[in-house]
């Protein structure tokens, strides 16, 4: 296994020597595309206890990639560590951030409330941007979008207390997309709402990620969201969580959701992902019945 955990960027190397520009165009155009994503051999253990064992993927610069798994399998662990709110036991996890950018490396949506209680919407939705020290006509410009894009423009003065779950996690993606990271990191974010609500922002989170296709890294306990949103699913097994499966998502975008749900390639992705997964939930189960853990 690989030495201690390297979080870093991964930066252009720099030209030595000189070259016609021809040839320099014709390497550029023949340069593979750096991922978003880099992990290696990714480990973490709690204790005597492997939380992620030895993952390995690569994520492409504005892919919508989906994580699903049981129960305990890591995948929220994975997440804090591509947050930086964790460090890997081992192996390695490179972020490509452009130099110069300006723009923060990831911004989270939790599952719960994450928002500010004693802030507006708008000054939650401002808050990434006033942190940056941001041109104050631009976070007016670019928190005025976002709340019109999420559909709370006329309630920017309310605060969270007045809003239904929905609406606070509506403010949640808000401040998330203000922000412009180079990465949307989402635990979750709608597990807690009700059916309707969550097809509703669903549909939204879609129609906001198809303006600038941020690379988004997504964990669900959900297939079928998983397979809505997603252009690939990866299927993680039960603790220790590993990589199982990638499933690569071929429908078509924009995706609406209502139609998407009736056509048979949806319901052909959506049975492969649970023949792989069930195993795992069932397993999951079996080592929770062992140990005396909840379920």
């Known amino acids: 296994m690989s030495g201690p955990t390297s979080v870093s960027d991964l930066r252009p190397p720099t030209a030595t020597g000189s070259a016609a520009p021809a040839a320099t165009a014709a390497s550029a155009a023949a340069a593979p595309v750096r991922p978003a994503i880099r992990i290696r051999n990714l480990v973490k253990s709690f204790g005597a206890l492997t939380a992620i064992d030895d993952v390995s993927l690569d994520i492409a610069p504005g892919e919508f990639f989906t994580i699903v798994g049981p129960s305990g399998c890591g995948k929220t662990t994975l997440l ?4 930086g709110l964790e460090h890997a036991s081992s192996g390695t996890v490179e972020i490509d951030v452009p130099p110069g950018s300006g723009r923060p490396e990831n911004s989270m949506v939790f599952q719960g409330d994450s928002i500010l209680p004693w802030m507006t919407v708008w000054q939650n939705a401002a808050y990434g941007l006033r942190m940056r020290r941001v041109p104050r006509a631009t976070v007016k410009e670019v928190v005025a979008h976002y709340l019109d894009r999420t559909g709370l423009t006329r309630f920017a003065d309310y605060y969270p207390h ?31 709402l009700d059916a309707q609500n969550k097809l509703l922002l669903q549909e939204e989170l879609l129609r906001i990620w198809e303006e600038h296709k941020k690379t988004v890294v997504f964990i669900t306990h959900s297939v079928d969201e998983a397979v809505l949103l997603g252009d690939r699913v990866m299927v993680m097994t039960a603790q220790p969580g590993r990589l199982k499966l990638f499933v690569p998502v071929t429908l078509a975008r924009p995706r609406h959701i209502m139609d998407l749900q009736g056509a048979p390639e949806y319901g052909g992705l959506v049975h492969r992902i649970w023949a792989s997964l069930r195993d795992e939930v069932e397993r999951a189960r079996a080592l929770a019945d062992e140990s005396g853990a909840p379920q």
């Open 80 to 83: 804090r560590i591509l947050a």
């Open 162 to 192: 007045q809003l239904s779950g929905g609406m606070r996690q509506r403010v949640a993606i808000a401040r998330a997309f203000a922000n412009d990271p180079q990465i949307l990191l989402m635990d979750e974010p709608f597990s807690a």
